[in-house]
C-alpha cells in the first residue's frame, strides 16, 4: 500500500447508523472502514451507499492515503452500481474481496499490480507474554521513533511493508525490538485502532532479515496484542500476502484464522 498522505476531502453521502448497519454485516472485513467511522477521519472518507434489488451494497475511498484506498462490502449489484456513478480518482489502491473486483476492474486496470491476499482474524487469544530473549529488548514505539522505522523497513524484501505513516504510532499501538547495541532490529503496529468500537487492525510487521528466526516477530505480536486486550479491543484482525506461508503460520500460533480471501493492488483509471 502506498503511504502518502494527502489533503482530506469530505463527502457526506450517508448517515453513521446507515454506515455501521452495512458494514455491520460482516464486522472482520469491515474493520477498517469500521474504524474510519471515527470523526478524527471523518475528511478523508467519501462513503458511497447504493441499494439494488437484491440488496445494499457501500463504497469507501479513504483519502489519507495516496493513491486513496478503495474498499466495498455487500451486494455486488449494489457496489457496481456505487462505482459506476461515482466520481473516481485516477487511481486507487484496492482492498476488495473477490467477488467485488469485476465492478472495479470495469474503470480500473489492476494488472501490473494485484496480489492475493487473506484477511485475518484473532478468534483465539494467545496467553502468551511479549518478552524477548537475553542481548534484546522489547520497547513501545512513538513518533519520535520514526526514523528509526523507516530506516529498518527499507532493508526491504517481498512482504516490506508498504503502509507505515508516523500518526499510526500516535493513535494506535507499536511495539519493537532493539538489539544489544541500541539497534531496531523488528517493528509492528496497528493501521487503525478505534478504542470505543473495539476494532483494531495490526499492520507494519517486519524484522530484519539477518535477525529472523529468533522470535522477535513474536514478541511484538504478542505486545501489541497484550495492549490491545488491555483496552478492550476484541475485533483485532490483520492481512497477509497469500503467498507469505511463514507469516501466516506466526499468525496461527498467536490464535488468528483466515477470515476471507481478497485483493489488493494499485489500478489506474482506464482509458
Request: hydrophobic residues 45%; aromatic residues 10%; contains cysteine.
Given at each position: 500500500m502506498r503511504n502518502t498522505i494527502v489533503s482530506p476531502r469530505a463527502e457526506e453521502t450517508a448517515g453513521p447508523n446507515e454506515l455501521r448497519a452495512v458494514l455491520g454485516a460482516d464486522s472482520v472485513w469491515s474493520a477498517y472502514a469500521i474504524a474510519d467511522l471515527q470523526p478524527a477521519y471523518?475528511?478523508?472518507?467519501?462513503?458511497?451507499?447504493?441499494?439494488?434489488?437484491?440488496?445494499?451494497g457501500l463504497v469507501l475511498l479513504f483519502t489519507r492515503l495516496d493513491p486513496p484506498v478503495l474498499f466495498a462490502t455487500g451486494d455486488v449489484a449494489a457496489v457496481t452500481a456505487a462505482l459506476d456513478a461515482a466520481d473516481l480518482p485516477d487511481q486507487v489502491y484496492?482492498?476488495?474481496?473477490?467477488?467485488?473486483?469485476?465492478?472495479?476492474e470495469r474503470h480500473y486496470d489492476f494488472s501490473a499490480d494485484r496480489r492475493p491476499m487473506w484477511r485475518m482474524?484473532?478468534?483465539e487469544p494467545s496467553a502468551q507474554t511479549g518478552d524477548v530473549g537475553a542481548g534484546a529488548r522489547l520497547v513501545r514505539l512513538t513518533p519520535a521513533h520514526t526514523a528509526q522505522i523507516r530506516v529498518l523497513i527499507a532493508h526491504g524484501?517481498?512482504?516490506?511493508?508498504?503502509?507505515?505513516?508516523?500518526y499510526q504510532?500516535?493513535?494506535?499501538?507499536f511495539f519493537g525490538v532493539e538489539d544489544a547495541h541500541g539497534e531496531l532490529v523488528a517493528v509492528g503496529g496497528t493501521h487503525v485502532a478505534d478504542w470505543q468500537a473495539g476494532v483494531a487492525a495490526i499492520g507494519n510487521m517486519y524484522t530484519h532479515p539477518a535477525q529472523r528466526g529468533q522470535g522477535y516477530g513474536g514478541a511484538v505480536l504478542r505486545?501489541?496484542?497484550g495492549e490491545l486486550a488491555e483496552r478492550g479491543v476484541s475485533n483485532i484482525i490483520l492481512n497477509v500476502d497469500q503467498r507469505n506461508t511463514a507469516a501466516r503460520r506466526l499468525?496461527?500460533?498467536?490464535g488468528f484464522a483466515v477470515h476471507c480471501p481478497y485483493l489488493e493492488g494499485v489500478g489506474r483509471r482506464r482509458v
Open positions: 471523518a475528511p478523508y472518507c467519501r462513503w458511497l451507499p447504493a441499494h439494488s434489488a437484491s440488496g445494499r484496492m482492498t476488495l474481496r473477490e467477488e467485488h473486483a469485476p465492478a472495479a482474524a484473532l478468534v524484501g517481498a512482504f516490506a511493508p508498504d503502509a507505515f505513516e508516523p504510532t500516535e493513535e494506535g499501538v505486545a501489541i496484542l499468525y496461527e500460533r498467536h
